[in-house]
């Protein structure tokens, strides 16, 4: 789960809207509001950090590899 959309097994493609991170693939195409950070040191890869909730994975973090960029999630919002 990211924000409120909930995330099947498969591979997704996130990109940055203004604070927006923009989830496609699949059915799903949805938009959830995020925090840009910069960290002092690149990530080597991207990686998904999360917490499980209910038995459900909710993601929390993206961190994207060979940038010094985290997108912290926030709360969800559909797109128009």
Avoid: C, M, W
Avoid at 11 to 21: H, R
């Amino acid at each position: 789960v990211a924000g409120s959309t909930e995330l099947k097994a498969g591979t997704y493609e996130v990109s940055l809207n203004g604070q927006n991170a923009v989830i496609r693939g699949g059915k799903v195409d949805s938009q959830t509001p995020v925090k840009v950070e910069t960290v002092d040191k690149k990530y080597d890869s991207t990686s998904v950090k999360y917490v499980v909730i209910d038995g459900k994975r909710q993601v929390r973090e993206i961190h994207l590899g060979g940038t010094k960029t985290k997108l912290v999630f926030v709360e969800a919002a559909p797109l128009p």
